[in-house]
């Protein structure tokens, strides 16, 4: 090779040479950065391994804290009452011998299942008698609720001022429960009536559908049933109570109840469907009651307000036409239940 050719073959040589080392410094500058990131990346799981770790082994040891504390109560519970021993509770003067089993019956807030679950101390009197400061004579009733869970007292019954007593007592002991099935009575209800003469001469046919009235109401109050027109025949009322969109009534927001009953000429010119338990009705919201009834015909009602107070609430009813042709003029629907909160 002549001296001009080999040095330009060496110059060629030592160019692609030093390349080499470049990329070669390049690969391990960028292996080494590569390296430093998976280190972060390590020490950040293992970071991450190790606070679970410490958070499990917490839960753990607070887990087991309060499986001994169950243990503990559940162990001084039973050493308070055996589930069948007898209790003898002074309520007023007047004695009452039940179990604990009995008194435990109600789901919190009772205040029986707070007394005794243990976690108080009784001080019974030298008789081992526990004093309760209420009236006596309301606490039969009271203690056959815990016994079957059912309110004694008649479907028809009408004495609400024992009812209410009753009821005062229920809220004291925080038997929610009983509450509920006392409100089912209609205590305090009142008739808020918007047809200004029901006819009795024309018929209502049922042919084409639902009857519907929409309404509101200025402050809140409980619908406890609805007033319908009697029949000189027979026929089954379907009734819901729904929430309807006030912008859009013919939406439905929500159902609320339904009830269903058959009636007959011997139940009078206007008769009553009484919801299964009270509905609250609120301000600034909507209802719709609609009724699908299966008959031949009934009485109708003439002359409908637009506006009926009762128990200090006044009722509003919108304007509608429902399928069958009751309007807030004239159709079903004579009159309402209400109870004022």
Not at 62 to 85: D, I, M, P, T
Not at 122 to 140: E, M, P, S, T, W
Not at 169 to 191: H, K, N, S, W
Not at 280 to 298: F, N, R, T
């Amino acid at each position: 090779m002549k001296p001009a050719a080999f040095q330009r073959r060496s110059a060629d040589l030592i160019i692609v040479f030093v390349y080499a080392v470049m990329r070669m410094d390049a690969a391990v500058e960028q292996f080494r950065s590569g390296a430093s990131i998976f280190q972060q990346q390590l020490e950040a799981l293992i970071q991450s391994v190790t606070a679970e770790r410490t958070h499990l082994a917490e839960s753990t040891e607070k887990l087991k804290a309060e499986r001994e504390a169950y243990e503990q109560e559940k162990h001084r519970v039973s050493q308070v009452f055996s589930g069948n021993e007898q209790v003898v509770l002074n309520v007023g003067g007047v004695k009452f011998t039940t179990t604990q089993l009995t008194l435990q019956n109600a789901p919190a807030p009772s205040l029986f299942a707070a007394m005794f679950s243990g976690r108080h101390t009784l001080k019974a009197d030298q008789n081992g008698h526990y004093f309760i400061d209420r009236d006596g004579r309301h606490f039969h009733d009271i203690l056959n609720y815990l016994r079957d869970g059912m309110l004694n007292y008649p479907p028809d019954g009408s004495d609400y001022k024992y009812l209410l007593e009753l009821r005062a007592e229920a809220e004291y002991y925080g038997l929610t429960g009983l509450v509920e099935q006392i409100d089912r009575y209609p205590y305090g209800m009142m008739r808020a009536q918007r047809t200004s003469c029901l006819n009795t001469d024309d018929s209502w046919m049922y042919e084409d559908g639902r009857d519907e009235i929409v309404f509101s109401v200025a402050k809140a109050c409980q619908l406890l049933g609805i007033g319908l027109c009697g029949t000189e025949g027979a026929y089954t009322a379907e009734v819901e109570l729904l929430e309807v969109d006030p912008a859009e009534v013919s939406q439905q927001v929500a159902k609320i109840q339904d009830a269903a009953q058959s009636y007959t000429k011997a139940d009078g010119e206007i008769v009553r469907l009484m919801l299964q338990k009270p509905a609250l009705l609120l301000p600034k919201k909507c209802y719709m009651i609609s009724a699908l009834i299966k008959g031949a015909e009934s009485f109708c009602c003439e002359e409908c307000l637009a506006t009926v107070v009762a128990a200090g609430v006044r009722i509003h009813f919108h304007n509608w036409e429902s399928p069958n042709g009751t309007t807030d003029n004239r159709g079903q629907f004579p009159e309402l239940y209400i109870r004022a909160v």
